[in-house]
């Protein structure tokens, strides 16, 4: 599957059962770029959503494909590490109180590869950066 | 003679108009088109924080304490801050309506900062850089630098409600000493995330911080930061903590704001007294350069990727171009997309190369 999650300056996701930020730029980024494959989420999200042709499903990191993509904002995702090919994260450059961080790690490069990175105007974020990691096992 | 006169009515002018001027920022901040916020000045309301102590969010919400006591905060264990009351606020928002107003308390008789309160919505922020601040003296205020803080200088003039949301700038009201961690890392990312929130989606935040001291103390031992959204009754922020005014390496003394080393970092750092306000302002300034410069290096260094090419990428024309194609001056900055990766991947995401620079 491919992951996509919003992260602060330190792996932040939620804080207080809440998530940290949101943008509708990064909102309609993600619909760009998962248009004509199937974009899982689960209840939490689906105000994000709303209206958008999207699969919600509580089970999403269960039941997504190889080519699926799966938008998480409060799950833990580390015991899914060997079905995740692709990480996409969009970082808000700020710092939120976090209590509730991303799990997976991407940092070993002999594992995960940078792919690309872009740098975009958020509606209520000055920069926000979009990378994208693949899945490449050298070991 | 007459030109004494003369001198003496046109300072009387200026006075005039100078007083009337301050009054008419003071009481609204908005243009015309805009519903102006209410600002208003009250006392700290004299409740006895205890009482809540053992009550549950739900049988205390409607009260606000806006005193608490040391007592009734958990010892600092290393995090910048703590969650008090299941992070629920005290106050209720259904006695507020969703309206943007501040308020500040007055000082009390040792010049301290009382509990300040504010409707954050988008018409109350700031629309300007944030302005000089130097000219207010907190009590407690101490202008003494550690090499090893974050910017150097142990303390900060501290917002209680901070300058993005409210566009306060010397506001004594709202000032107080508090230490570089409380500031950044205790405050900032609460302040962050409720600017953020009202900016994107337009609605309002309930927000009251309450500075809490130890008796006569002048320096604050911390303060209780509360939040809540109104529109959608909390489900975008809703947050109940304390922020330590603490910083490690440093014993400070709250009663007088003076403060050492400690013992563990004595061994290891040195200690730099600032005794003019010059020194200081110079001081900061370069390491405000320095940081910078190491910032912006780091986040160049991070984009780019090895094997692959930078390009900029205009999101309404679906072009992409060298970063250095005259094309690119002319762009409007919310279209425009720094890209780091390869050039089949732009390709692939529906863009076409330039014909100009021809990427």
Same mark, same amino acid.
């Given at each position: ?10 792996? @932040? ?7 940290? &930020? ?14 004509? &494959? ?6 939490? &999200?689906?105000?994000?959503?709303? @209206? ?9 990191? &269960? ?58 105007? @958020? ?17 | ?83 008090? $009351? ?55 205020? $101490? ?15 501290? $917002? ?43 609605? $309002? ?155």
């Amino acid at each position: 599957m491919k992951l996509i999650v919003c992260l602060d300056d330190k792996n @932040g996701m939620l804080f207080n059962h809440r998530r940290q &930020s949101r943008d509708q730029n990064v909102t309609a980024d993600i619909l760009a770029m998962t248009a004509g &494959s199937r974009l899982y989420i689960n209840a939490y &999200s689906a105000p994000l959503f709303e @209206g958008q042709a999207v699969t919600v499903a509580e089970d999403m990191l &269960s039941l997504a494909n190889e080519e699926d993509y799966c938008f998480v904002e409060n799950l833990h995702v580390a015991e899914y590490a060997d079905r995740i090919k692709e990480v996409i994260l969009y970082k808000w450059n700020r710092r939120y109180p976090g209590d509730f961080f991303f799990d997976l790690d991407i940092t070993d490069p002999r594992q995960w590869q940078l792919s690309s990175a872009v740098k975009f105007a @958020g509606n209520s974020h000055e920069t926000i950066t979009k990378e994208r990691y693949i899945y490449a096992d050298k070991n | 003679m007459q030109t004494r006169i003369k001198k003496l009515l046109v300072l009387l002018l200026s006075l005039c108009l100078l007083f009337s001027g301050c009054a008419g920022i003071e009481a609204t901040k908005n243009t015309a088109e805009e519903p102006a916020v209410t600002k208003s000045e009250s006392t700290a309301p004299k409740t006895d924080p205890t009482e809540f102590a053992n009550e549950t969010p739900a049988e205390s919400a409607s009260k606000a304490p806006a005193t608490f006591s040391p007592d009734q905060i958990p010892a600092y264990a290393d995090d910048p801050f703590i969650a008090l $009351h299941n992070n629920e606020p005290y106050f209720d928002i259904a006695d507020y309506a969703a309206k943007s107003f501040e308020t500040y308390s007055e000082l009390d008789e040792l010049g301290r900062c009382g509990t300040v309160m504010a409707c954050v919505g988008k018409d109350l922020m700031p629309t300007e850089k944030r302005g000089n601040i130097s000219s207010v003296k907190p009590s407690g205020w $101490h202008s003494v630098q550690y090499d090893f803080v974050d910017g150097g200088s142990l303390y900060n003039r501290c $917002h209680l409600i901070g300058y993005q949301l409210s566009g306060e700038n010397a506001n004594e009201r709202n000032l107080i000493t508090g230490t570089r961690s409380m500031n950044t890392e205790g405050m900032l990312p609460f302040e962050n995330m409720v600017a953020d929130y009202v900016k994107e989606t337009g609605n $309002h935040v309930l927000y009251r911080v309450t500075p809490v001291f130890q008796g006569n103390d002048l320096v604050a031992r911390g303060v209780v930061m509360e939040a809540k959204s109104m529109e959608d009754n909390g489900d975008g922020v809703c947050f109940c903590v304390f922020a330590y005014n603490n910083e490690p390496g440093v014993t400070i003394d709250y009663a007088t704001g003076a403060s050492t080393l400690s013992s563990a970092s004595a061994a290891t750092t040195t200690q730099k007294q600032t005794t003019t306000q010059k020194q200081t302002t110079t001081q900061n300034q370069t390491t405000t350069k320095k940081q910078t410069t190491t910032q912006k290096q780091t986040t160049t260094k991070k984009t780019v990727l090895t094997g692959t090419g930078s390009y900029i990428l205009n999101t309404n024309t679906k072009k992409f171009h060298n970063p250095s194609c005259s094309s690119v001056k002319q762009m409007n900055e919310s279209n425009k997309w720094e890209y780091s990766g390869s050039r089949e991947e732009i390709i692939g995401m529906g863009y076409d190369p330039c014909k100009r620079c021809n990427p």
